[in-house]
T-cell receptor
Framework: AQSVSQHNHHVILSEAASLELGCNYSYGGTVNLFWYVQYPGQHLQLLLKYFSGDPLVKGIKGFEAEFIKSKFSFNLRKPSVQWSDTAEYFCAVNSGGTSYGKLTFGQGTILTVHP | EPEVTQTPSHQVTQMGQEVILRCVPISNHLYFYWYRQILGQKVEFLVSFYNNEISEKSEIFDDQFSVERPDGSNFTLKIRSTKLEDSAMYFC???????????FGQGTRLTVV
């Protein structure tokens, strides 16, 4: 069974600091990878996704993530965070061969950005 | 931008009662999902629905759970006899097809007392 692990439960940064949130998954086959964000009181929104091709993917709001297949990792990065990035971030995986798209989520990382 | 909408946003029910959680997926989407998140735990997959039938379900999705797409627009999750441990945030999601990411609703917080 596939699983997803996010390294940090809570990250606290000051504005303009750089961000890297770790995500590792365990699954031997082809995977599709996602980062979702949940702002306070709002629904889960897609930040970015990787299906194939360039392992460095760019998403909305200046976020990017790099898929490193050999490390089973899909870390999320942003060079300079803003107060408005305060939210909970979820890494998720589905098996590339599964046509129905079930997602397996990590436990989430709460990001708090201080102005 | 089209959205997945869920109602109600918060439901309180007594143990043993039946509840129906409602979702309106995005109109041209073909795959539909329910997930739940118990407070402090991971978001967990419950069930996927495609072509008017369940395509995959988790171990959590036992006989007390059922899903329906009664009218081509709504997608419902029914819990027949709620237990205290069913208290959670329930998320509905939908997507168009393969190679597409899922869109999530804002969730229904279910509290069983």
């Amino acid at each position: 069974a596939q699983s997803v692990s996010q390294h940090n439960h809570h990250v606290i940064l000051s504005e303009a600091a750089s961000l890297e949130l770790g995500c590792n998954y365990s699954y031997g086959g082809t995977v599709n990878l996602f980062w979702y964000v949940q702002y306070p009181g709002q629904h889960l929104q897609l930040l970015l996704k990787y299906f194939s091709g360039d392992p460095l993917v760019k998403g909305i709001k200046g976020f990017e993530a790099e898929f490193i297949k050999s490390k089973f990792s899909f870390n999320l990065r942003k060079p300079s965070v803003q107060w408005s990035d305060t939210a909970e971030y979820f890494c998720a995986v589905n098996s590339g061969g599964t046509s129905y798209g079930k997602l397996t989520f990590g436990q989430g990382t709460i990001l708090t950005v201080h102005p | 931008e089209p959205e997945v909408t869920q109602t109600p946003s918060h439901q309180v029910t007594q143990m043993g009662q039946e509840v129906i959680l409602r979702c309106v997926p995005i109109s041209n989407h073909l795959y539909f999902y329910w997930y739940r998140q118990i407070l402090g735990q991971k978001v967990e997959f419950l069930v996927s629905f495609y072509n008017n039938e369940i395509s995959e379900k988790s171990e959590i999705f036992d006989d007390q759970f059922s899903v329906e797409r009664p009218d081509g627009s709504n997608f419902t999750l029914k819990i027949r006899s709620t237990k205290l441990e069913d208290s959670a945030m329930y998320f509905c999601a939908s997507r168009t097809g393969q190679g597409r990411a899922a869109f999530f609703g804002q969730g229904t917080r279910l509290t069983v007392v």
